[in-house]
C-alpha cells in the first residue's frame, strides 16, 4: 500500500495573562491545594497555559492482540480476509475494516498509521520493554516511566503516570528500572467479585480511581498532617549519608506526593462532567475509562493508559471482534474529536498499541492465532496526520515496505513529543544508557 498523506488544520487557543511562574508562584507551588484546589483546572487560562507548554501521551493498550485483519489493514476476498468488507477512508486509496466507521471518516484529521514488527510474537510485555531484556545488569525501565520522567512537571502535584488495568488476561504492568520507583504508575485495579453458585466464574466492578485516595473516617486531616511531618522529619534524619541512593529517594519523593494524590480525587470523578459528556464517552468500562483519561491529561497528568482486552481469540475471532472493534472506534473517536475540542490534542499524543497482532492464517475454530506484525497509530502531538507507513501483501503474510521496529516506534513517540530519544541517563552503576538503543531513528515520514 503506497504511503499517502493529508494535513488537517490544527485549532488555535486564545492568548492568555496568567504565566506558568506566576500561576506557581501565587499557589506556593502546590497546584491542587489552597484556595485554587482543582478548579484552578477548570480555568480557561490555565488550561490554555497547559496547552501551550506541557506535552503529555495517552496510550491505548489492547491487551491479547487487536487483529490488524479486523481494523487497520483488512484483506477482504483473500483466503486470510474473514468475513468483513473494507471500507474506503478519508485518506486517499487506504481501506479500512468495515468494523471502524467513525475513524474511516475523520483518520486524516489526526492519524498516522505505523506498521510494526514485534519480533516475538506472544504474550508478553516484550513490547513495553521495546524488546531490550527484562533481566541483567541494566534494569530498563518500560516506555511508560520514561515518557513520565522526561514529560513530568516538577511542581506539579499531579501523579506523575496513571495505569487503568483490565481483570481479564495479563495486563502487563510498567516498571521504571533504573530510573527508580518515582515514575512507576499508579496502578487502577477493577476490584474482583467473587462467584456466585451455581456459577465459578468471578466478575469484576469497574474502578476508575485509585483506593484509599481519600483520608479515612478515623483519621483528621490535621492528624495526617502531623504524621506527614514526623515521618520527612525520620526520613531527612535516615537520609544523611546516604543521598546518592536513588532506591531511598524514589521512595521518599513517592511519599512526599500523597498529599498531592489526595487532592487529585476529583479527577477521576466522573460525575463532575456533564451528563452530555458522559453520555457522549458511552457506560462501557472502556468508555468511562478514557474519559478519566481525558480529565488526567486535562489537568497535566503526562502519561495515561488505558488497557482495553482481551483480544486474544483463537476461536470465534470474528464474532468478538464484531464486538470489541466498534466500541473502540467509538472511544477512540470520541476521545480524539473531544482533545481536539478542548485545543488539547496538539500536545497530547494518542497512541493504540498491543503485544502483537494476529495470524493471516484462520484456524479450525474460526480463530486467529499469534503473529509478531501488527499496525498501531499515532494521533495528535508531533504527528504528520494521513499518512500510512508501510505496506504489506495481498494476504498480509508479509511486509513489502516500512516494516518498524519496536525501538523506531519508541523513538517516534518520544520525537513527536520532543524527547531526545537518545538522551543518557546513567544506570544504577553509573553507566550511561540512552532511551533507546544507540543509532536507533524515528520514522520521518509520520512525524511533523
Known sequence: MPSSSSRAVASSSPEHLLGRRAFFGATGGALLGGALGLDAFAAPAFANQLQRDQKRVLMIFLNGGMSQFESWDPKPGRPTGGPFMSIPTSIPGYRISELMPRMASSIHRHTAILRCQQGFGDHTDFTIYGGRPKTGPVRYPTLGPMLARELANPNSQVPHHVMFTNYLGANYFESAGFLGTTWNPINIVPDRIAPTAP??????????????????????????????????????????????????????????????MMDSARLFDIEQESTQMRTRYGSTPFGQQALVARRLIEAGVPYVRVNRSWWDHHGQNFEFHQEMVPELDHVLSVLLEDLQERGLLRNTLVVTFSEMGRTPGINAAQGRDHFARMSVTLSGCGIRPGVVHGSTNDDGTAAVTGSVTLQQFFATVMRAVGIDHQKEINNTDGRPVPLTDYGTEPVAAVLA
Open 199 to 260: 456459577f465459578t466464574i468471578g466478575h469484576s466492578r469497574v474502578r476508575l480511581a485509585p483506593p484509599a485516595n481519600s483520608l479515612p473516617d478515623s483519621l483528621s486531616d490535621a492528624d495526617h498532617r502531623e504524621r506527614e511531618a514526623l515521618r520527612v522529619q525520620l526520613s531527612q534524619r535516615f537520609g544523611v549519608g546516604r543521598s546518592r541512593d536513588g532506591v531511598l529517594l524514589s521512595h521518599s519523593g513517592a511519599y512526599g506526593r500523597v498529599r498531592g
